[in-house]
């Protein structure tokens, strides 16, 4: 069965590193996206992406934050200069169509900022 | 605004008995889509369930049924003879149609603990 997979599954950095985290979105699926959970917390939206360009972001998004297809199978999260509040759990997931569809989530990648 | 509240934070039952997780969402759009995800303690999230507000069939799957109900801006989950397995954190989500570009509005999540 198809499946989103993120690498890598933890990684700690240090506060002020840039860190990418990467997504295989499932091969036919059109859109993407990007999650947080803090630990405990709910799952809270932070960007989606259709056609290489962002379609929205909330406001947890901001421009310590990027992504990119850089090419036809990756998908990426890049967080500038992390800072402590970034650890979470990211997940990437994507899906066939923009609505009304389920969206297949990864195993996610817990980030530690020490 | 959109909104999705798990009144309930942590349920614990024992094995084999029945429990519903409950779910109100709030928003203004009339087409709007409603999800079920478990989270089980190795993290991943797992979807369970879609339904579309125009269908309001209620919905069974094995030990899974699910109850929508437009008049109450409820979707309520049961699972039928619980298992240790269903240990789990299960989310309710929201994903409407005007404004968005397809993200899910998460509740907080319940937590439910079953005991052999």
């Known amino acids: 069965e198809p499946e989103v997979t993120q690498t890598p599954s933890h990684q700690v950095t240090q506060m002020g590193q840039e860190v990418i985290l990467r997504c295989v979105p499932i091969?036919?699926?059109?859109?993407f996206y990007w999650y947080r959970q803090i630990l405990g917390q709910k799952v809270e939206f932070l960007v989606s992406?259709?056609?290489?360009?962002?379609?929205?972001k909330s406001e947890i998004f901001d421009d310590q934050f990027s992504v990119e297809r850089p090419d036809g199978s990756n998908f990426t999260l890049k967080i500038r200069s992390t800072k402590l509040e970034d650890s979470a759990m990211y997940f990437c997931?994507?899906?066939?169509?923009?609505?009304?569809?389920?969206?297949?989530f990864g195993q996610g990648t817990r980030l530690t900022v020490v | 605004a959109q909104k999705v509240t798990q009144a309930q934070t942590e349920i614990s039952v024992v094995e084999k008995e029945d429990v519903t997780l409950d779910c109100v969402y709030e928003?203004?759009?009339?087409?709007?889509?409603l999800f079920w995800y478990k989270q089980p303690p190795s993290g991943e999230l797992v979807f369970l369930i879609r339904?579309?507000?125009?269908?309001?069939q209620n919905e069974i799957s094995g030990r899974y049924s699910w109850n929508f109900q437009k008049s109450t801006s409820s979707f309520n989950f049961t699972i039928t003879a619980s298992q240790v397995v269903d240990s789990a954190v299960y989310f309710c989500?929201?994903?409407?149609?005007?404004?968005?570009?397809?993200?899910?509005?998460f509740g907080k999540g319940t937590k439910l603990s079953v005991k052999p």
């Open positions: 339904r579309n507000s125009f269908d309001e």
């Open positions: 091969s036919n699926h059109l859109y």
């Open positions: 997931a994507s899906s066939e169509w923009q609505r009304n569809t389920e969206a297949f």
């Open positions: 989500a929201l994903q409407d149609y005007g404004g968005s570009q397809g993200n899910l509005i």
């Open positions: 928003t203004r759009d009339t087409t709007y889509y």
């Open positions: 992406f259709y056609n290489n360009e962002i379609s929205e």
